[in-house]
């Protein structure tokens, strides 16, 4: 196998960045004091620095390699991806974002538990939280084994696996130093990085053809024969059959709906001093955000017009190194090397956000409400976050192993799944209907994630998906002789999303529980003015 670039100087660059972020954590970590500062950043970062870092958050690896990749091999229905991921922004934005800031204190669940029992209800919202970031970590842990393969020259599984396990050690040593203020600093330099490095490379590639974008879209075209014209309409991925077709409405429902309920994005929303604070800091991130999607067309086509389809596949890390294989051919080894290093740091910004999300959830959530009660000083609370944040880095380092060589776009739309399944009915009903109730939050969390998560196990993508030209193996295992594959689909959303919702409309409505009026009063009134919200952060 062909290494691109030079390794010695991918290496170099790396370790630079490394060194640089990590010093940037053991500066922000200075003043970590209470439990505030480690999970909320003490609430000290103003809008525009919470909106590049929230961009930080969400511009994941799946957006910059999986979505590259996925266009350069699949034309339109790669493009749908960006499109699904941006929209879901303005559910996420007009629906929770500021309601949620208004009304919790760290978390999900202190929103939900706000007027239902504690307990149960903790439990449950902690136990999705939990599900969510471990999707969500695969996927990012399986882009850092793929993306350093190609740039070291590492082709066997093992070798790769080292390098996950290195990307898992370094991840636990950011949120472990720096809690919520490193970690922030980390996305928001991460994302300055990414979009300047995507920008110089989107301008490079519309330069080659004259800024005509036809005439890209064109060589594109040309250099995808098995493609061919379908590159550019709908349908090359998702389209043969009725089965295909539906899990197209499948992913898009998950996309759009997802992001409203993705633990470590909500949990942004609380780095802010106020709700106008936290308004700004989408609309920061929004114009972020829609902006590298764009570019991910340009990028995603010239990765298919400059390096080609074939070449794409032949590569260790697949379609997921569509990016860097552009980087090189556009700028040469230091032009690589500068882009996978950011690629390499999205990775990391993303997997400290997500460890420290599920650390927090489960120390603030499950060991200090549920099994202490609240009886638990913020110390305490922390140390545990920071022994959870080891046992989440080996988890994720285990799960990456077990998913390297999966395009990264598409892991993530299972981690999107679960969030609108097992988080969004609940957060939505909790916000607006006056008669819900606890029992309708538990059927709702866990009906949601306990079915997304059974049809994802029982679905092609871990076992029985072949494909039809060489025969190899297209899922998790890779033996193509087990397949207990029965739920047709590869994304579960299109059932488990409205399952979860039904679900908590009958547990509500069989539940004798009466409903607390003053306390949905006081609710509604906090979330929509954030008068109170101060109270709930000091109790």
Known sequence: MATVGDPKVNIAIFALFVVATLAIVIKASRNNKSAADFYAGGRSFTGPQNGVAIAGDYLSAASFLGIAGAIALNGYDGF??????????????????????????????DVLSFRLKQRPVRMAAAISTLGVCFFYLLAQMAGAGGLVALLLGIDGKAGQNIVIAVVGAIMITYVLVGGMKGTTWVQIVKAVLLVIGAGIMTLWVLAKYTFNLSGLLGAAVENSP????????????????????????????????????????LMRFYTVPNSREARRSVSWA????????????????GAAALVGPDAIRAAPGKANSAAPLLAYELGGEILLGVISAVAFATILAVVAGLTITASASFAHDIYGQVIKKGQVSGDGEVRIARITVLVIGAVAIVGGIFANGQNIAF?????????????????LYSLFWRRFNTRGALWSIYGGLGSAIILIVFSPVVSGKVDAKTGASLSMITDTGIDFHWFPLDNPGIVSIPLAFVLGIVGTLTSKEATDVDRFAE?????LTGAGAEKAVHH
């Open 523 to 527: 609710m509604e009134v906090r979330s």
């Open 286 to 301: 929004i114009w972020i955000i829609g902006i590298f999607y764009l570019f991910t067309l340009v990028l995603g086509y």
């Open 80 to 109: 749908l991806y960006s499109i699904g991921f941006l929209v879901a922004w303005l559910v996420a934005l007009l629906l929770v974002a500021e309601l949620l800031r208004n009304t919790g204190r760290f978390t999900m669940a």
């Open 411 to 427: 892991l993530v739309a299972l981690a999107f799944a679960i969030a609108a399944s097992a988080n969004l009915p609940t957060i």
């Open 226 to 265: 098995a493609a061919g014209e379908k590159l550019l309409n709908p349908g090359l991925q998702y389209g043969a059959t009725g089965i295909s077709k539906l899990d197209f409405i499948s992913l898009g429902l998950a996309l759009v709906l997802g992001t409203a309920g993705l633990p470590h994005v």
